[in-house]
């Protein structure tokens, strides 16, 4: 049963308390006797003390337990004073009485008290000759309303058991969504930052080495090559604020994925293979995610080309085929061993398939040692 009906059936119970004292005043004004004021006087304290155990519940400490047995009692007396041919209205007041029993105390104790109370109602109504037709109608409904109040009680118990579980469970699922969440946001920074600053400063610093190296017998090349770096670092510059502000990459701003691609292939001459795009297929519009996935691969790819292919030549072939953009990266460089040098390659093609393989892409690498390298990366648009 649900809290809400166990509400309303406290709320039932605790009602019918209170008409039934309220009821026998009517019957008691017939009595005419100082028996009358006797009873009603002991009707208005039994009624308070019930209904600041009800109210007060827990809140009163050390102080329920002898509220309680004082209502208790209250009540034994009452069954005890009124005449018998009045003593039907309070006999059934043992039944709002079990459940604040049950409500209050340990269900043991309360059961225990329960059947006293009981014994105590059936002897005083033995004693004044009323019969079992007073006594056993209140004591079958009491009992049976001890049984149906205890059960919601257990089962109350064991739905507040689940709750607090649930609760926990909830707790510890958004404090691993929170860390995961920290995790996936700390690996995409790392890669970030991979495929933009720190390439673009390691080639930066090759073309300062180069034009060191050339800066007394050709020094119009050393200039060049300078020019390039501050260039470079330039954009640099550019790339780092906006990591920092929303990590969206700046060379999308100006035109989108193919302009950005054609911008890099122009910035990878300045190292000395040739490095050339080619577009196929009709041009679709694509999610500033994608754009940035592909970007960031053809950036990532460019780099280990330019740090260990030794290659003359790369094609870079976006290609847009159905409902999939791909994206191709070929150079007749060096070649490499895929399972020999993935754990050397730091953010790279582990990296790139990671980036790609949440966007529901993939990435692919053909290699054979001395015959170059070909790099696909494909993504479904929508």
């Known amino acids: 049963m649900s809290r809400i009906a166990v509400s309303r ?27 009358c004021v006797w009873i009603v006087s002991l009707s208005v304290l039994l009624s308070a003390g019930y209904a600041v155990t009800v ?16 209502v208790t009692l209250m009540w034994v007396l009452l069954i005890t004073t009124v005449p018998a041919t009045y003593a039907a209205v309070y006999s059934w ?21 329960i059947g006293i109370m009981t014994g105590l109602f059936g002897l005083s109504l033995f004693q004044r000759s009323a019969g079992f037709d007073l006594f056993l109608p209140p004591a079958a409904a009491l009992w049976a309303t001890v049984a149906l109040y205890a059960r919601q009680q257990r089962d109350s118990v064991v739905r507040q058991q689940l709750i ?38 390691a080639g930066s610093r ?57 911008e890099l292939c122009r910035r990878e001459r300045a190292y000395g293979p040739e490095v050339v795009l080619t577009t196929t297929g009709e041009p679709r519009l694509l999610s500033s995610s994608v754009e940035s996935a592909l970007l960031r691969t053809a950036q990532g790819a460019l780099a ?3 740090d260990h292919a030794q290659a003359d030549r790369v094609e870079v072939v976006l ?14 460089g060096n ?25 529901g892409g993939t990435v692919t690498l053909d290699s054979t040692p001395g015959r170059g390298t070909a790099l696909t990366a494909s993504v479904p648009i929508g």
């Open 9 to 35: 059936l406290e709320l039932a119970v605790h009602a019918a308390f209170f008409l039934l004292v309220i009821g026998s005043f009517s019957r008691l004004l017939s009595l005419d006797s100082w028996l």
């Open 55 to 70: 109210w007060a519940g827990d809140r009163l400490g050390r102080w329920q337990l002898p509220l309680i047995v004082a």
């Open 93 to 113: 007041l043992v039944i709002p009485l079990a459940c604040l029993l049950l409500r209050s105390l340990p269900v043991p104790v309360a059961l225990v008290a």
């Open 164 to 201: 607090d579980e649930l609760e926990r469970t909830r707790a510890e699922l958004a404090h691993q969504q929170h860390e995961a969440g920290m995790l996936a946001e700390r690996a995409r920074l790392a890669r970030e930052i991979h495929d933009t600053v720190t390439q673009e400063l």
């Open 206 to 262: 090759m073309l300062l080495q180069a034009a060191d190296r050339e800066w007394d017998s050709e020094p119009a090349r050393a200039r060049e090559r300078v020019r390039g770096v501050t260039e470079m670092l330039g954009q640099n510059v550019v790339q780092a604020r906006r990591l920092i502000a929303d990590l969206t990459p700046a060379e999308l701003e100006d035109g989108g994925l193919e302009v950005a691609l054609a």
């Open 304 to 306: 280990n080309v330019r």
């Open 319 to 332: 290609d847009w085929t159905g409902e999939t953009v791909s994206l191709q990266i070929v150079d007749n």
């Open 335 to 359: 070649g490499v061993d895929d399972r020999a040098s993935a754990a050397d390659r730091g953010f790279g093609l582990p990296s790139l398939r990671e980036r790609l393989r949440g966007l």
